[in-house]
């Protein structure tokens, strides 16, 4: 089934260390997303990538890093200089059509990473 | 900036229930309108999406039209079932001008509905 994986579903991080997130799709679509979730604030956007090996940061990239080798993979990292890293992540892809209007296209999501420092 | 405002949570319905959940947003061009579901301890769904002004985008008894006059997006169902317990985040999304697509999702904050048999 094609579909977008996400690992580890629960993470413990000591404060200080950094720590990697995983997401993998099989949707063979070209733009992946990061985004942050906390409780009452809906979701923000860390980074986005549109093709491989290019990223951008969003709206909260600060204390985030990522990489984009593989069309497949988009791996999040998230390290000391975060200060406050607990939160749900979740990572989702899409087809990038292009045009004014957008095509009609959606995002996917995975199943999310609840991090916790310890 | 582009922005989406849902209605304040939570909302507590019983089954049966007719259910609203107000979504306006503002965005300059022509966004793309989507509503996700996402049940407890899990990723977000795709519930329903628009992509023009008077589409009506519908499913699992779901329903939401877009009205541009008005900016708005609202989630309606006829009658709620427990199973329909879950958050609901309200979407906007557009393409860049000048031909290069960057789909960047803008999510409202949320709304938590609970539905008691």
């Known amino acids: 089934d094609g579909g977008i994986t996400q690992s580890p579903k629960y993470l413990f991080r000591k404060e200080g260390q950094n720590v990697t997130l995983s997401c993998e799709q099989n949707?063979?679509?070209?733009?992946m997303y990061w985004y942050r979730q906390d409780p009452g604030q809906g979701l923000r956007l860390i980074y986005y990538?549109?093709?491989?090996?290019?990223?951008q940061k969003g709206d909260i990239a600060e204390g985030y890093s990522v990489s984009r080798e593989k069309k497949e993979s988009f791996p999040l990292t998230v390290t000391s200089a975060q200060k406050n890293p607990t939160a749900f992540y979740l990572c989702?892809?899409?087809?990038?059509?292009?045009?004014?209007?957008?095509?009609?296209?959606?995002?996917?999501f995975g199943q999310g990473t609840r991090l916790t420092v310890v | 900036g582009d922005s989406v405002t849902q209605m304040e949570g939570p909302v507590t319905l019983s089954e049966e229930a007719f259910l609203t959940i107000n979504c306006t947003y503002t965005?300059?061009?022509?966004?793309?309108l989507f509503w996700y579901v996402q049940y407890p301890g899990e990723g977000l769904q795709l519930l329903l999406k628009?992509?023009?002004?008077?589409d009506k985008g519908s499913n699992k008894g779901f329903e939401a039209t877009y009205r541009k006059e008005t900016t708005s997006f609202h989630l309606e169902k006829g009658s709620v079932q427990v199973s329909d317990s879950a958050v609901y985040f309200c979407?906007?999304?557009?393409?860049?001008?000048?031909?290069?697509?960057?789909?960047?999702?803008?999510f409202g904050q949320g709304t938590i509905l609970t539905v008691h048999p």
């Open positions: 989702a892809s899409s087809i990038e059509l292009g045009g004014v209007p957008p095509m009609n296209t959606e995002a996917f």
């Open positions: 628009a992509t023009k002004a008077d």
């Open positions: 965005a300059t061009g022509y966004p793309s």
């Open positions: 979407a906007l999304r557009k393409g860049a001008a000048g031909g290069t697509s960057y789909g960047k999702l803008t």
């Open positions: 990538s549109q093709i491989v090996n290019d990223f």
């Open positions: 949707l063979n679509h070209d733009a």
